[in-house]
């Protein structure tokens, strides 16, 4: 066997293997064998059909599959061997001819699109601005209100405001507006409503007192939703799914949500014990949550920058058009009436791949079992928190993660995610960083140029 490389083009390369019968001979006598142990031929007992028979019924298939093999598999070698860099995989040359049988000795040709050479350079001579949100004193006020409400109580209020809860009773209208009567009137003494949850039915409700009455239809303050209209008017899902009508509401009592107070307990309870402690502290917490909830849209502008950055610089490579083109039809079942466009289309991803590349193999990316499990863990967590599980158990957590795992396609997802990850987070420590602050506006323009 003989296998050859040679560049016979700016992009392509050509493997060229010749074989002689030592090279398939045993191979062919050797599929041969397993045929004879697995087929039934009328007149010879299972096992025992000469292999002059076989060669006579199964030759030219067999001889045919083993020659495929061995080039293929030698082609491959020599490209791993030579450490020679090819985009997609070696395609049969344009020039090649079916196997005539009655020759011994066979040349094969195959036609490779060459990985371009990039010299990409990241290290500290490198620079690239990292842009940071201003954290404001409206958001830090925002953020205050936020947290106070969220630990905030229920106490009797006077006036219906966009978060109160009332309670009273409620009873179904005619359509001219009077109180329905009869056995099949829906009637509730005890009803309550969150004004959070009436899809703008709560606007009639806005401003009123107790002793009022108000006028609302529940069918679209619940949207359709005919469990949460069944819960309201205290009815079986069934009979809500009928109901259209206009109900009055009698309110008696009105619940209000009274923001907490800046004591230690509430530093406590926001934050820990004895985490915070003064004005200046909780100011400064403050501060940090905001921070840390902008500090993904300063990573994602960033991984867009270096992108761009790395295709301008070293997107202008050396590609093999028509090689390509032959790798889509052939490989990704792609017309080859249009193949002219879809090269184009395909071309950005394409080069950014080749690019990615390069950059993980330089920086030494590499996605490890203990983070394929932490990620997995990650949402394991938000999968239990969707359902309010907040302090799931490690046990479930682990169980979760584990049955996530050995979802391939989610396994497979959840690597490429962390390839990318960690590719960027690589890139910047590798790089100089120039760290900027700017106003939530100026980072919206950088983010989204177009929609000025």
Sequence with gaps: MNVTFEQNGEARGLITVSICPEDYEGKVTEKLKKIRQTHVIPGFRKGQIPLPELRKRFGREVKSDAINDIVIEAAFKHITDNKIRVIGQPMPAQDSKEIDFKQTEYTFSFDCALWPEMNIVLDKSVSMPVYKIEVTDEMVAEQDKQLCSRFGAQVEGEEVD???????SIQELNADGSIKEGEEAIQATSAMLGMFALNGEEEKFIGKHKGDKVVFNPAKACNGNHAQLASMLQIDKERAAEVSADFEFAIAEIQVLKPAEHTQEFFDDAFGKDKVHNEEEYTNALRGIIANQLFPNTIELSNRDIREYLLDKYGDMKLDAELLKRWLVRVNDVDAANIDETYEQSLPALKWELISNDVAEMLKVEVTPDDLKAR???????????????????????????????????????????ETLKLFDAVRAAITLDEKTISLDEFKKLANPSAE
């Excluded at 599980?389 to 690597?415: G, P, Q, S, T, V």
């Design 162 to 168: 966009a978060r109160a809860i009332v309670k009273g």
């Design 376 to 418: 997995a863990r990650m949402y394991a967590v938000q999968q239990f928190q969707q359902y309010g599980m907040f302090n799931a158990d490690e046990d479930m957590l682990n169980e979760m993660a584990k049955r996530i795992l050995e979802n391939k396609e989610y396994a497979r997802n959840i690597h490429q995610e962390l």
